[in-house]
């Protein structure tokens, strides 16, 4: 007995409603396994985002500009000079005012920890992104002799850091270091749940393509130049 056009066509059409609602199933219930599970894979991806590298005695700290209200960054820094890590603190940031840099700031909290002056070196710059500012340092660094570093920033930016840092010293024949600050802007065991941690990560993602598309294009012996005060 013959089966009639319309007959397979709506036959046909009943099977692929069937497939489609399937999928959706699948997928509906995918997502609802990650919904479920989404605090622990986004505290794990956190937590990897984080980069604390293992330490070695160093020449000097470098701490990045950009700390945050609390002092995060330069608190940490002499943390490890106490411990011994380094003999000297190096300061880095942009003009806050027209004679008046972060790195300065940082310099008179570093100061108020008890660090002596000649254990700190201030430079100045006007860089606007990591890796203008590395670019400044490296200058700095290498008319210092200074070559081996342990670089100190927010642990939400220290993987981007450490990238630029290895690009641009790595090749100058620097042995650097990243060693990661807790901040009070990123928790990486709950940082969805907060406004300034998912903004933190979000940029951080962002930069750190555009950070891998700039090295690119930056020669080895590209320097800025850079003030320096002590």
């Known amino acids: 007995m013959s089966v009639s056009p319309s007959a397979r066509e709506s036959s046909s059409r009943r099977r ?3 497939r ?4 959706l199933l699948i997928l509906g219930g995918l997502l609802a396994v990650l919904y479920a599970a989404r605090a622990p894979l986004l505290c794990a991806f956190g937590e990897w985002w984080v980069v604390d590298e293992p330490l070695a005695k160093s020449q000097a700290i470098v701490v990045l500009g950009g700390d945050s209200r609390s002092g ?8 490890l000079y106490r411990q011994g890590w380094a003999p000297l603190i190096v300061l880095s940031g942009p003009l806050l005012r027209n004679d008046f840099s972060e790195g300065e700031l940082m310099n008179s ?6 660090v002596p002056q000649n254990a700190i070196q201030v430079v100045r710059s006007e860089a606007d ?4 500012e590395a670019l400044v340092l490296r200058r700095f660094l290498a008319g210092h002799k200074l070559n081996r570093l342990i670089v100190v920033t ?13 690009a641009v010293l790595g090749k100058s024949g620097f042995e650097v270091r990243v060693s990661a ?5 990123f928790d990486p065991r709950r940082w969805w749940q907060q406004r300034e941690g998912q903004k933190e990560m979000v940029l951080e993602l962002l930069k750190s393509f555009a950070a891998w598309w700039e090295l690119r294009r930056v020669p080895s012996s590209e320097v ?7």
Do not use: Q, W
Not at 20 to 23: E, N
Not at 109 to 114: I, N, P, Q, T, Y
Not at 129 to 132: G, I, K, N, P, Q
Not at 181 to 185: G, H, K, L, Q, T
């Open 16 to 18: 692929g409603l069937r």
């Open 129 to 132: 992104s990591t890796l203008e």
């Open 224 to 230: 800025s130049g850079g003030k320096t005060s002590s």
């Open 181 to 185: 600050s807790p901040d009070m802007r």
């Open 109 to 114: 909290e570093a100061r108020g920890m008890g």
């Open 20 to 23: 489609c609602l399937a999928v």
């Open 154 to 166: 927010s642990n939400f930016h220290a993987r981007r850091s450490r990238n630029i840092y290895r």
């Open 72 to 79: 995060d960054r330069v608190r940490h820094a002499v943390e």
